[in-house]
C-alpha cells in the first residue's frame, strides 16, 4: 500500500538528503540518521528524523542529543511528557540508546523504545491503535565512530508501527520486529549494499562517507529482525517485496522437505543466515548474561570469583584471573605499562576437569612475573586480545618454562587459548586466560571480540571494587591513626577498648575513646561521638579529640572542659555537634568526678556485690548547641569497681527502646570475666547480635583499682632552698622504707631537681612533694607559679639550665601541667623487677 506523499524518500534516494519524495514506493520504510559530535551534540538532522520525532532541524542542530533522542525514561502508562517528549524504558534487548549517547558503549548497539511526541499530525503517520495520537513505537541502531572527524556517534531509527503496517495481511503474522546486526556478506548482493550504504548518510566529503561506511560494515550491518530465523537488511531498496521474496523461499523449501525432493541452494543460504544469526544472538545474550552476574559486590575477592565464573562453561573450559600486585593489595591505581618485572598474582582458577587437576600445578596465589616472548606479555602490554587458535608443542614447551619444576604441557597443549586484558581507564589490571578443550571448537574472531567485551566490561567491575577496597582501606587507616592506642594499665587503674566500625553507613565514623594521665595520679577518661558518618565526621572526631587532650593536660575540671569544648565547637562551624563523657578517676581519694555533654550515661559495676547500676548524671546538652551550662558530679567508687563508657551505636538499634539496650548493657558488664578483655567481648557479643547495628561503636572499660594510702607519701615544704637536702633525704629514707634501695640515688637527685625549681620560681610560702607507688614510681611537685618549664640550650660555664636535662636522661618518662593553682612537675621511674 502507498503510505502517500508526506512520507520522507525512500531510503534508496537518500535517508540523509533533505528532499522530500514525490511519492514513496509501497512498503518503503524511511530513516531517521542522526550524527551526533564528541561535545553530544546533534550535528545532523536528517527529514525522516524531522517526522519521526516531531523536531525540525533547525531546533534540532546543536542541541544536546540526550534532549531529543528515545533515551530510557518513564513507561508510556506515566504519560509524563517534556519538550521532547517522554521515553519508554528499552525493553530488554541489549543497553539502552543513552548508554551509546554518553559514551559508555564502545560497541554497536541496537534497541527499541516507545516516545511520546508531540504534533504528530505533521508527520503524516498513523500512530498505532491503543496509543492515542502520539504514541510511536520506535526501532534503533547506533555506531561509535572513531577517526579525525567531530562525529562521535551515529544513529539510524525507524518507526516500527510503520513496518507493521507496511506488512500486507496476506503477508502472515509475524513474531515482532527487532533491531539487530549481522556481517553485510550475510545477505545475498553483499557488494551492492556496501555500495549502496552511503545512500542513507547525510551529504558529506568523500572520505568521511568512506570512513562511516567502513566503520558500520565492520561494526555490523543493520537489519531487521522479524522472527527467530528471519532478518532482512536496513538497505536503500528494502520493502515488503523483499520480506515477501523470502518468505515464498521458505515456503518452496518447506514444500521441498514434505515431497521428499532436494533442499532448494536458496534454503541452504537461508539456513546459514539463521544459524550465524543464532551464533551472534547467543553471543549477546551471553554478554547480557555475564553483565548481570558480575559486579553484585563490592568487595574485590567476590567480584573476582565472580568473574572468573561467569565464564565457565559457557564461553571457555578454563578461566585463570591475574592482577597486578597494587591491585590485589588494595594499593593506588598502578603506574606505568607492565613490564617482564611486574609482579602477576593469580587470584581465581576456575576449570571443568576433573577436581584438584590444575590446583598443584597452577596453585591460586601464586606471583609470577611473565616474559616477553609469551602472548601473556603481548596482551599486558598492548591492552589488546591475543587468540592462540591451538597452542603448539612449541608454545607449550614455552609456556611450561616459567613453572619451575611443575610441567603444565599436558594441560595446555592442544588447547585453544584466548588472553583478554581486564583493562579500566586505559590502564592493565590484569588479564584472563581462557583455554578450550581440543575436543571443542577452537576460539575463532567473535570469540576475540566477545572475549574482548567481556573483559572491558570486567575490568570496569574489578576497578570499581578496586576502588573501594583501597578507599575503604584508606578510610580505615584515617580511622585507627585518630583513635588512641591505650596503655592496659594507668596509675591505680585497669583499661581495655573496642571499636567496631559501622556496618551500615560507612565503615568510617565519628566515635572515640581516650584516656589522659593527669597530675596527683590521677587519670581521665573520655568517650564521645560526632553526630553524622564518613570521613567528615572523623575529621571532626580528631578535632575533637586533640582538644580534649589538651584541655585535660591543663587539669581543668571536667564540666569547665566541656564548656570550653562546646565554645570551641561552635568557633569550628554550626555542624559540629557530638556528645561526650568526660571522667576524672582519683585513685588516691577513691573517687570519679563525671560531667556529660549529651551521652548516654555509664555503667558502674560494684566489686562488693557484683550489682550493676547506670549512674545518676546531669544528661546536658550536646556539646555544639551552645548556651547551655554543664554540671559536674563527684561518685564515690570501691577498689575492684568497673567503670563502662560507650557510644549509642553499641545500645540503640532501630525500632527498639534505647532503654531496652541499657538494661541489656548493665546485665552484659555485670557477667564475671577472667579478664578487662573478656568483659569487653561478653558486651560486645551480647549487644551486637541483636541484628540492626548500623552505626559504628566505642567502648572503655576501667577497672578502679585504687591506691593504697600505704603507697602514697606526701611532703610539704618552705620556701627555702635549704628544702632542697631535705627533700633528697625523705624520698631516700622513703624508698628503702618501701623495699626499692636501687632507686633512692636517681630519685633523691631528680626530686631535688625539681624541688629546686619550684623552690627558686613559686610565689606562695610552700611547695609540696609526693611519691606515689604504683606500676611505676611516681614523683611529683606542685607550686603556685603558673609557668611551664622547657628544656634550655646550657653551656659547660652556665649555671642554670642542666637538670631538666638530667631529669630527661635518667627518668623514665617526665612531664608537667598546669593546675588550678599552679603547675605540677613529675617524673617516673621504672620500678626493679622483683
Request: glycine share 10%; aromatic share 6%; with cysteine.
Given at each position: 500500500m502507498?503510505?502517500?506523499?508526506?512520507r520522507?524518500a525512500?531510503p534508496?534516494?537518500g535517508?540523509?538528503?533533505?528532499?522530500?519524495?514525490?511519492?514513496?514506493?509501497?512498503?518503503?520504510?524511511?530513516l531517521?540518521?542522526i550524527?551526533i559530535d564528541?561535545?553530544?551534540?546533534v550535528?545532523h538532522?536528517?527529514?525522516?528524523?524531522?517526522r519521526?520525532?516531531g523536531?525540525?532541524?533547525?531546533?534540532a542542530i546543536?542541541?544536546?542529543?540526550?534532549?531529543l533522542?528515545?533515551?530510557?525514561?518513564a513507561?508510556p502508562?506515566d504519560?509524563?511528557?517534556?519538550?521532547y517528549?517522554?521515553f519508554?524504558?528499552?525493553?530488554?534487548?541489549?543497553p539502552?540508546?543513552?548508554?551509546?549517547?554518553d559514551?559508555?558503549?564502545?560497541y554497536?548497539a541496537a534497541g527499541r523504545?516507545?516516545?511520546?511526541?508531540?504534533e504528530?499530525?505533521?508527520?503524516g503517520v498513523?500512530?498505532?491503535?491503543?496509543?492515542?495520537?502520539?504514541?510511536?513505537d520506535?526501532?534503533?541502531?547506533?555506531?561509535?565512530?572513531?577517526?579525525?572527524?567531530r562525529?562521535?556517534l551515529?544513529?539510524?531509527?525507524?518507526?516500527a508501527?510503520?513496518?507493521r503496517q507496511?506488512i500486507?495481511?496476506?503477508?502472515?503474522?509475524f513474531?515482532?520486529?527487532?533491531?539487530?546486526?549481522?556481517?553485510h556478506?550475510?545477505?545475498p548482493?553483499?557488494?551492492?549494499?556496501a555500495?549502496?550504504?552511503?545512500?542513507?548518510?547525510?551529504?558529506?566529503?568523500?572520505?568521511?562517507?568512506?570512513?562511516i561506511?567502513?566503520?558500520?560494515?565492520?561494526l555490523?550491518?543493520?537489519?531487521l529482525?522479524f522472527s527467530?530465523?528471519?532478518?532482512?537488511?536496513?538497505?536503500p531498496?528494502?520493502?515488503?517485496a523483499?520480506?515477501?521474496?523470502?518468505?515464498?523461499?521458505r515456503?518452496?523449501?518447506?514444500?521441498?522437505v514434505t515431497?521428499?525432493?532436494p533442499?532448494?541452494?536458496?534454503?541452504?543460504?537461508?539456513?546459514?543466515?539463521d544459524l550465524?544469526y543464532?551464533?551472534?544472538?547467543e553471543?549477546?545474550?551471553?554478554?547480557?548474561?555475564v553483565?548481570?552476574?558480575i559486579?553484585t559486590?563490592?568487595?574485590?575477592?567476590?567480584?573476582i570469583?565472580?568473574?572468573?565464573r561467569?565464564?565457565?562453561?559457557r564461553f571457555?573450559?578454563v578461566?585463570?584471573t591475574?592482577l597486578?600486585e597494587?591491585?590485589v593489595?588494595g594499593?593506588g591505581?598502578?603506574?606505568?605499562?607492565?613490564d617482564t618485572?611486574?609482579?602477576?598474582?593469580?587470584v581465581?582458577?576456575?576449570?571443568t576437569?576433573?577436581?584438584g587437576r590444575?590446583?598443584?600445578?597452577?596453585?591460586?596465589?601464586?606471583?609470577?612475573?611473565?616474559?616477553?616472548?609469551?602472548?601473556?606479555f603481548q596482551?599486558?602490554?598492548?591492552g589488546?586480545?591475543?587468540?592462540?587458535?591451538?597452542?603448539?608443542e612449541?608454545m607449550?614447551?614455552?609456556i611450561?618454562?616459567?613453572?619451575?619444576?611443575?610441567?603444565?604441557?599436558?594441560?595446555?597443549?592442544?588447547r585453544?587459548?584466548l588472553?583478554?586484558?581486564l583493562k579500566a581507564?586505559n590502564?592493565v589490571?590484569?588479564f584472563?586466560?581462557?583455554?578450550?578443550?581440543?575436543?571443542?571448537?577452537?576460539?575463532?574472531?567473535?570469540d576475540r571480540?566477545?572475549?574482548?567485551?567481556l573483559?572491558?566490561?570486567?575490568?570496569?567491575?574489578?576497578d570499581?571494587?578496586?576502588?573501594?577496597?583501597?578507599q575503604?582501606s584508606?578510610?580505615?587507616?584515617l580511622?585507627?591513626s585518630m583513635?588512641?592506642?591505650i596503655?592496659?594499665?594507668?596509675?591505680?587503674?585497669?583499661?581495655?577498648t573496642?571499636y567496631l566500625?559501622g556496618?551500615?553507613?560507612?565503615?568510617v565514623?565519628?566515635d572515640w575513646?581516650?584516656?589522659?594521665?593527669l597530675?596527683?595520679a590521677?587519670?581521665?577518661?573520655?568517650?564521645?561521638d560526632?553526630?553524622g558518618?564518613?570521613?567528615n565526621?572523623a575529621?571532626?572526631?580528631?578535632?575533637?579529640r586533640?582538644?580534649?587532650q589538651?584541655m585535660?593536660?591543663?587539669?581543668?575540671?571536667?564540666a569547665q572542659?566541656l564548656?570550653?569544648l562546646?565554645?570551641l565547637?561552635q568557633?569550628?562551624g554550626?555542624?559540629y555537634l557530638?556528645?561526650?563523657?568526660?571522667?576524672v578517676?582519683d585513685?588516691?581519694?577513691s573517687e570519679?568526678?563525671?560531667?556529660?555533654?549529651g551521652?548516654?550515661?555509664?555503667?558502674?559495676?560494684?566489686?562488693?556485690?557484683?550489682?550493676?547500676?547506670?549512674?545518676?548524671l546531669?544528661t546536658g546538652?550536646?556539646?555544639g548547641?551552645?548556651?547551655v551550662p554543664?554540671?559536674?558530679?563527684?561518685?564515690?567508687?570501691?577498689?575492684?569497681?568497673?567503670?563502662?563508657?560507650c557510644?549509642?551505636?553499641?545500645?540503640?538499634v532501630?525500632?527498639?527502646?534505647?532503654g531496652?539496650?541499657l538494661?541489656?548493657?548493665?546485665?552484659s558488664a555485670?557477667?564475671?570475666?577472667a579478664?578487662?578483655?573478656?568483659?569487653c567481648?561478653?558486651?560486645?557479643?551480647s549487644?551486637?547480635?541483636?541484628?540492626?547495628?548500623?552505626?559504628?561503636?566505642?567502648?572503655?572499660?576501667?577497672?578502679?583499682?585504687g591506691i593504697?594510702?600505704?603507697?602514697?607519701?606526701?611532703?610539704?615544704?618552705?620556701?627555702?632552698?635549704?628544702?632542697?637536702?631535705r627533700?633528697?633525704?625523705?624520698?631516700?629514707?622513703?624508698?628503702?622504707?618501701?623495699?626499692?634501695?636501687k632507686l633512692?640515688?636517681?630519685?633523691a637527685?631528680?626530686?631535688?631537681?625539681?624541688?629546686?625549681?619550684?623552690?627558686?620560681?613559686?610565689?606562695?610560702?610552700?611547695?609540696?612533694?609526693?611519691?606515689?607507688r604504683?606500676d611505676?614510681?611516681?614523683?611529683?611537685?606542685?607550686?603556685?607559679?603558673h609557668t611551664?618549664?622547657?628544656?634550655l640550650s646550657?653551656?659547660p660555664?652556665?649555671?642554670?639550665?642542666r637538670?631538666?636535662h638530667?631529669?630527661?636522661?635518667l627518668a623514665?618518662?617526665w612531664g608537667a601541667?598546669r593546675t588550678t593553682a599552679?603547675?605540677?612537675?613529675?617524673?617516673?621511674?621504672?620500678?626493679?623487677?622483683?
Amino acid at each position: 500500500m502507498d503510505r502517500g506523499t508526506e512520507r520522507e524518500a525512500a531510503p534508496g534516494r537518500g535517508a540523509g538528503d533533505d528532499v522530500e519524495a514525490e511519492h514513496t514506493a509501497v512498503g518503503r520504510v524511511p530513516l531517521a540518521v542522526i550524527l551526533i559530535d564528541r561535545d553530544g551534540l546533534v550535528s545532523h538532522w536528517s527529514r525522516g528524523a524531522r517526522r519521526l520525532f516531531g523536531t525540525t532541524k533547525e531546533e534540532a542542530i546543536g542541541q544536546p542529543a540526550l534532549d531529543l533522542l528515545p533515551v530510557s525514561g518513564a513507561l508510556p502508562e506515566d504519560d509524563e511528557t517534556g519538550p521532547y517528549g517522554a521515553f519508554a524504558a528499552y525493553d530488554g534487548l541489549g543497553p539502552d540508546l543513552e548508554s551509546s549517547l554518553d559514551g559508555r558503549l564502545s560497541y554497536p548497539a541496537a534497541g527499541r523504545a516507545r516516545l511520546t511526541v508531540p504534533e504528530r499530525s505533521e508527520t503524516g503517520v498513523t500512530p498505532p491503535e491503543g496509543w492515542g495520537s502520539d504514541r510511536v513505537d520506535v526501532l534503533w541502531w547506533a555506531y561509535p565512530l572513531v577517526g579525525p572527524g567531530r562525529e562521535r556517534l551515529l544513529v539510524l531509527a525507524a518507526d516500527a508501527d510503520g513496518l507493521r503496517q507496511d506488512i500486507p495481511e496476506e503477508d502472515g503474522a509475524f513474531e515482532r520486529i527487532a533491531p539487530g546486526f549481522a556481517l553485510h556478506t550475510d545477505f545475498p548482493g553483499a557488494e551492492e549494499l556496501a555500495r549502496r550504504l552511503p545512500e542513507i548518510l547525510p551529504s558529506m566529503s568523500v572520505g568521511e562517507s568512506a570512513r562511516i561506511v567502513a566503520q558500520v560494515l565492520e561494526l555490523g550491518y543493520p537489519v531487521l529482525e522479524f522472527s527467530q530465523n528471519e532478518r532482512v537488511p536496513v538497505t536503500p531498496d528494502w520493502g515488503v517485496a523483499r520480506r515477501a521474496e523470502r518468505k515464498a523461499r521458505r515456503e518452496r523449501a518447506v514444500l521441498a522437505v514434505t515431497e521428499g525432493l532436494p533442499l532448494p541452494a536458496e534454503a541452504a543460504d537461508d539456513e546459514g543466515e539463521d544459524l550465524e544469526y543464532v551464533a551472534v544472538r547467543e553471543r549477546l545474550e551471553f554478554l547480557n548474561e555475564v553483565s548481570g552476574r558480575i559486579g553484585t559486590s563490592l568487595d574485590l575477592t567476590t567480584t573476582i570469583l565472580e568473574v572468573s565464573r561467569a565464564v565457565v562453561p559457557r564461553f571457555t573450559d578454563v578461566a585463570g584471573t591475574y592482577l597486578r600486585e597494587q591491585v590485589v593489595a588494595g594499593e593506588g591505581f598502578p603506574d606505568g605499562v607492565p613490564d617482564t618485572t611486574t609482579m602477576w598474582h593469580r587470584v581465581a582458577l576456575e576449570h571443568t576437569d576433573e577436581p584438584g587437576r590444575w590446583d598443584d600445578v597452577v596453585p591460586v596465589g601464586e606471583a609470577m612475573p611473565f616474559p616477553a616472548h609469551t602472548p601473556f606479555f603481548q596482551c599486558m602490554t598492548t591492552g589488546d586480545p591475543v587468540l592462540v587458535p591451538r597452542i603448539s608443542e612449541q608454545m607449550g614447551h614455552m609456556i611450561a618454562s616459567q613453572f619451575e619444576k611443575r610441567d603444565i604441557r599436558p594441560l595446555i597443549t592442544g588447547r585453544s587459548m584466548l588472553v583478554v586484558p581486564l583493562k579500566a581507564r586505559n590502564v592493565v589490571l590484569g588479564f584472563m586466560i581462557l583455554l578450550r578443550h581440543p575436543e571443542r571448537v577452537e576460539f575463532n574472531d567473535m570469540d576475540r571480540v566477545t572475549g574482548a567485551e567481556l573483559a572491558a566490561r570486567a575490568g570496569l567491575v574489578l576497578d570499581n571494587a578496586r576502588m573501594y577496597t583501597y578507599q575503604e582501606s584508606v578510610a580505615e587507616t584515617l580511622q585507627d591513626s585518630m583513635l588512641p592506642h591505650i596503655p592496659p594499665r594507668m596509675a591505680g587503674c585497669d583499661i581495655a577498648t573496642r571499636y567496631l566500625p559501622g556496618t551500615l553507613l560507612g565503615r568510617v565514623g565519628g566515635d572515640w575513646f581516650d584516656s589522659v594521665k593527669l597530675p596527683g595520679a590521677r587519670t581521665a577518661l573520655v568517650v564521645g561521638d560526632v553526630m553524622g558518618h564518613g570521613l567528615n565526621s572523623a575529621a571532626m572526631m580528631g578535632q575533637l579529640r586533640t582538644a580534649v587532650q589538651t584541655m585535660a593536660a591543663m587539669d581543668l575540671p571536667p564540666a569547665q572542659l566541656l564548656r570550653n569544648l562546646d565554645d570551641l565547637a561552635q568557633r569550628l562551624g554550626d555542624n559540629y555537634l557530638a556528645t561526650c563523657l568526660y571522667a576524672v578517676y582519683d585513685p588516691i581519694a577513691s573517687e570519679l568526678h563525671i560531667a556529660n555533654a549529651g551521652h548516654i550515661p555509664p555503667v558502674i559495676v560494684h566489686a562488693g556485690d557484683g550489682r550493676s547500676e547506670l549512674l545518676d548524671l546531669p544528661t546536658g546538652a550536646p556539646i555544639g548547641v551552645g548556651g547551655v551550662p554543664f554540671e559536674a558530679v563527684r561518685v564515690r567508687v570501691e577498689p575492684g569497681d568497673r567503670l563502662v563508657m560507650c557510644t549509642d551505636g553499641l545500645v540503640e538499634v532501630r525500632g527498639e527502646d534505647i532503654g531496652v539496650g541499657l538494661a541489656t548493657l548493665c546485665e552484659s558488664a555485670a557477667h564475671p570475666a577472667a579478664s578487662m578483655d573478656d568483659a569487653c567481648d561478653t558486651i560486645i557479643r551480647s549487644l551486637n547480635t541483636r541484628g540492626g547495628r548500623k552505626d559504628d561503636v566505642a567502648l572503655l572499660m576501667a577497672r578502679l583499682n585504687g591506691i593504697e594510702p600505704d603507697d602514697v607519701a606526701e611532703w610539704r615544704l618552705a620556701l627555702d632552698p635549704a628544702q632542697v637536702r631535705r627533700a633528697r633525704a625523705v624520698v631516700r629514707e622513703q624508698l628503702h622504707e618501701w623495699g626499692l634501695p636501687k632507686l633512692a640515688d636517681n630519685a633523691a637527685l631528680l626530686a631535688g631537681e625539681l624541688v629546686t625549681n619550684a623552690v627558686r620560681h613559686s610565689h606562695g610560702r610552700h611547695v609540696e612533694l609526693r611519691l606515689v607507688r604504683g606500676d611505676t614510681l611516681l614523683c611529683e611537685v606542685d607550686d603556685d607559679d603558673h609557668t611551664l618549664p622547657s628544656l634550655l640550650s646550657s653551656g659547660p660555664d652556665d649555671e642554670f639550665g642542666r637538670g631538666l636535662h638530667v631529669v630527661g636522661m635518667l627518668a623514665r618518662e617526665w612531664g608537667a601541667s598546669r593546675t588550678t593553682a599552679g603547675k605540677t612537675v613529675w617524673f617516673e621511674l621504672t620500678l626493679p623487677r622483683r
